[in-house]
């Protein structure tokens, strides 16, 4: 992007408004409506360094603010100089960073040319990886971009090979060995040989398009994980106290039995229940019961300062002990709450199935864990292990997640970009998972957990009794444990100094 000078407004009739860069970039700092105006900057050509004439077309750098539906607020940036032909645009994220990080992995078969024009967008924090070619695009290599699967390979081969002549002049070797790797990137960038692309955004602001959404594709794979201090602090999260200059404050007592109010155990259950965050940190925060709750010191995601944990073990009757952990921070107000299984991991999967028939059904309570998957067979709709994360709700509000976790993750579903068949079969189905919750008709809800640490409340006393809900255990694959990483867990020296110390306790 070039140097900016004096900066325009294209107004309603077509004129330019002279505005100095100040005025800007507080007009687009502060203008977060869909639809808002062009600005145009003066600007410095980069390559030939000419301070190229404010025109109607051509020498100048454009801005605009704009929304894409589903997706993020972003500033759209591009710029052209008529001197010597340098043209380049970028996409800044003009929203929020997400809570958790991304990671999308796409297969590229040989051959496959539609899988070449899947849109991307890459924001200024993600990196790109071709495993196959041992290739990597840092994020300070190419700058936030709105591209395609074929545009990224071709950006970066012709980087490369930008300065090829000046290289073989000065050495030869870099020069011929750059050749080879340019001739296996053109390769995949033409299809002729199988591929890996990954994109990696510790800020969560990008994003492969799935052109069989809402349905899974089979060569796509979405993950979402949480992000390391250093990734913290690369997105300008304060790593630690020292760079705010404030001292830090003392680790919270690690002591158990630290009474808060009167309300017991009771208002926990409940909150739990509800499925609120905010409420499972308030009343976790105060309990009475010494026994029920322990505490310890830990670091807040958002701020990096020391804050206080608070940990309950509980029960759930028909399924297992539960870890509820929720954490509070007093620097920055951030509030969390996790639920995670307790005791061993269990030999088999699980399968839940629950036939969804009335508004009582709508109202069972759901625990969804990190692993478990969710399906809807009379809407086609299977969404992987991870892909809400854990969570602890209700079926309504499983099925209010998953559309709006679809809206967020497939961002062009709207978009000028997709033509109007796909726009209709998306309309389609936001109208059939809309339906789901007025019970027009009975519908199916399959919970597969794989670490069978997900849960379906039985409407009734005994869960034998309630013929709706079954419960389906079944192998794990190998592959299954590999993922989970459990064909890796050795517990010879566990076992046998466990079976040394009850030998020993025998008279």
């Not at 100089?81 to 929203?95: D, K, L, Y």
């Not at 000065?170 to 080879?180: G, H, L, N, S």
């Not at 040989?193 to 990696?200: A, E, G, P, R």
């Not at 965050?277 to 300062?305: H, Q, W």
Request: glycine share 6%; hydrophobic share 35%; charged share 25%.
């Amino acid at each position: 992007m070039g140097l900016f000078g004096e900066t325009s407004k294209m107004s309603e009739t077509g004129n330019d408004e002279q505005m100095d860069v100040g005025s800007v970039v507080e007009a687009v700092s502060a203008d977060h409506s869909f639809g808002a105006p062009l600005y145009v900057v003066e600007s410095m050509c980069m390559r030939c360094g000419e301070n190229v004439c404010l025109s109607p077309r051509l020498g100048t750098t454009r801005f605009l603010l704009t929304l894409i539906p589903h997706f993020r607020k972003v500033l759209l940036s591009a710029f052209e100089c008529p001197h010597c032909g340098e043209r380049n645009n970028e996409v800044q994220f003009a929203g929020e960073i997400q809570p958790r990080g991304c990671s999308y992995r796409l297969e590229v078969s040989a051959g496959d040319d539609k899988m070449f024009d899947r849109q991307v967008v890459k924001s200024e924090s993600a990196t790109i990886k071709i495993p196959e070619l041992d290739f990597e695009i840092p994020p300070e290599a190419q700058r936030g971009s709105l591209s395609t699967v074929e545009g990224i390979l071709a950006r970066a081969a012709d980087e490369l090979s930008a300065l090829q002549e000046e290289r073989r002049t000065v050495d030869p070797k870099t020069a011929e060995a750059i050749d080879q790797f340019l001739s296996k990137l053109r390769a995949c960038a033409k299809a002729d040989s199988s591929f890996t692309f990954i994109l990696d955004d510790p800020a969560g602001n990008s994003f492969i398009e799935n052109p069989h959404a809402p349905s899974p594709d089979p060569c796509l794979h979405i993950k979402f994980y949480e992000r390391t201090p250093e990734q913290q602090a690369a997105l300008g999260y304060l790593s630690n106290s020292s760079q705010t200059g404030q001292p830090e404050r003392d680790h919270p007592p690690s002591t158990a039995a630290i009474p808060h109010g009167a309300i017991g155990a009771a208002a926990g259950h409940r909150a739990i229940a509800q499925s609120n965050s905010t409420d499972i940190s308030d009343n976790l925060f105060r309990y009475t019961a010494p026994e029920e709750v322990m505490t310890f010191p830990s670091t807040c995601g958002a701020c990096m300062k020391l804050c206080e944990t608070r940990m309950f073990v509980t029960k759930i009757p028909y399924f297992q002990e539960v870890i509820v952990m929720a954490s509070t921070c007093d620097d920055c107000g951030y509030r969390n709450s996790e639920l995670k299984p307790g005791g061993a991991i269990p030999k088999k999967g699980k399968k839940i199935i629950l036939s969804v028939r009335n508004i009582a059904d709508l109202s069972r309570d759901v625990i969804k864990s990190d692993t478990a998957g969710v399906k809807i067979p009379e809407l086609d709709l299977e969404l992987a292990g991870g892909t809400l994360g854990g969570m602890v709700t209700t079926v309504e509000g499983l099925v209010t997640q998953i559309k709006e976790s679809l809206a967020r993750v497939h961002g062009f579903t709207f978009g000028d970009s997709l033509d109007e068949s796909k726009k209709n079969k998306w309309r389609e189905f936001g109208s059939r998972l809309t339906k789901l919750l007025s019970l027009e008709e009975p519908w199916t809800l399959i919970l597969d957990d794989e670490l069978a640490n997900s849960f379906i409340s039985p409407v009734t006393d005994d869960i034998k009794d309630d013929h709706q809900l079954t419960y389906e255990e079944y192998e794990r694959s190998w592959e299954q444990n590999e993922e989970l990483g459990l064909n890796d867990i050795d517990t010879s020296s566990a076992d046998g100094a466990y079976e040394s110390t009850e030998t020993t306790k025998l008279p």
